[in-house]
């Protein structure tokens, strides 16, 4: 019975277009597809740059820019496991073939660059702040020690004129 369907279907893709049908692939979560980057999370910390092993991730904080060259990467999760601020991700779907290699740049926005600015604003605050509550507390504990040697010497001083001077023998 099989045999009779078969030669059924040959027959058919001999004079027509074969019996088959496009499916759509849909990927399981965990696909390694491609880097994506949530500029408005990265701080251009640049560890995704030195973890890259084929050193496909570049980084210009002077220009507030995160690069990518799709074609030297090889989808290792090494930059998206080693972000600390977890602004790379995989994507589920694979890149889009082309004809030339190309390198996908992205800049951060004006808001983004406008909080870290603030944030490190207020990190160099508690800075100088944490700073000078340090340097007031040796300084109370210098005079707090000073007084006490300060007394200290003052006592032998003190008392040294109320002790009799020994008397020299005479010769």
Known sequence: ?????FKNTILHNL???????????????????HVENDMDLCVLCGLCSIKCPTH???????????????????QCRCCVDNCPKKS?????RFQEPGTEKITKTFKQSEKAIAAQEALMKAAKERAAAAA???????AAAGNAQAAPAANAQAAPAASAPAQKPAEEPKA
């Open 88 to 92: 790379l991700s995989m994507g589920v």
């Open 1 to 5: 019975m099989s045999i009779v369907s």
């Open 56 to 74: 496909a991730i570049s980084i210009d904080k002077a220009e507030k820019t995160w690069s990518i060259n799709p074609m030297s990467c090889i």
């Open 132 to 138: 000078a509550a340090k340097a007031a507390q040796a």
């Open 15 to 33: 004079v027509s277009k074969p019996k088959t049908r496009k499916v759509e692939k849909e990927f399981p979560v965990g696909t390694r597809g």
